[in-house]
Antibody
Framework: VQLVESGGGLVQPGGSLRLSCAVS????????MDWVRQAPGKGLEWVAR??????????HYAASVTGRFTISRDYSDSSLYLQMNSLKTEDTAVYYC????????????WGQGTKVIVSS | DIQLTQSPSFLSASVGDRVTITCRAS??????LAWYQQKPGNAPKLLIY???TLQSGVPPRFSGSGSGTEFTLTISSLQPEDFATYYC?????????FGQGTRLEIK
């Protein structure tokens, strides 16, 4: 079971970036999947959720990113995505994808994270 | 939104000590609380879910308890590898929320 993020980097304020999370070792469609971020020296902040196929892939977002970020999944390449638009300096963080522990109300598998820096 | 407040924010302890971290919710959340451990440069690791269920592979010196608005994470006998930051989390509604973290350091 593995999650591997990619796509982070340096972007100017107002710019866009798409993060990817490659999924392997489990049935992707069975699990809700999330993005969680951690600003430098700060705590964990939930960003977005893509619910599983049984829940029609309904999405949820933190208020701080609603209207700017879009979570999606692609079963053809077993990947979770986070499209980030209109980036702000306060979006600077390490972004983790995480798997929901079915019925456990927790994240049982995490990726290693990808760093996003929003700066001019 | 549910707010989670951890106490203390910082804890200094010695190997072999018993330590307890508290997480208080702004309103009742039944037992929908999880605990994570995070070491510098690493992703968080799930320790406890549904307030008291030990995640597979986690040593039994870790335990969780509580319901409603008050929860605790206890480490019965600190080991050198336990010095890290600990977070509680609520995940039964949106937004998902985390506590601010408790940093556990060696005395």
């Amino acid at each position: 079971v593995q999650l591997v993020e990619s796509g982070g980097g340096l972007v100017q304020p107002g710019g866009s970036l798409r993060l990817s999370c490659a999924v392997s070792g489990f049935t992707f469609s069975d699990h809700h999947m999330d993005w969680v971020r951690q600003a430098p020296g700060k705590g964990l902040e939930w960003v977005a959720r893509s619910r599983n196929s049984g829940n029609s892939h309904i999405t949820h977002y933190a208020a701080s990113v609603t209207g700017r970020f879009t979570i999606s999944r692609d079963y053809s390449d077993s990947s979770l995505y986070l499209q980030m638009n209109s980036l702000k300096t306060e979006d600077t963080a390490v972004y983790y994808c995480a798997r929901d522990l079915s019925g456990g109300h927790a994240f049982d598998i995490w990726g290693q994270g990808t760093k996003v820096i929003v700066s001019s | 939104d549910i707010q989670l407040t951890q106490s203390p924010s910082f804890l200094s302890a010695s190997v072999g000590d018993r330590v307890t971290i508290t997480c208080r919710a702004s309103q009742g959340i039944s037992r929908y609380l999880a605990w994570y451990q995070q070491k510098p440069g690493n992703a968080p690791k799930l320790l406890i879910y549904i307030a008291s269920t030990l995640q597979s592979g986690v040593p039994p010196r870790f335990s969780g308890s509580g319901s409603g608005t008050e929860f605790t994470l206890t480490i019965s006998s600190l080991q050198p590898e336990d010095f890290a930051t600990y977070y509680c989390q609520y995940l039964n509604d949106y937004p998902v929320t985390f506590g601010q973290g408790t940093r556990l350091e060696i005395k």
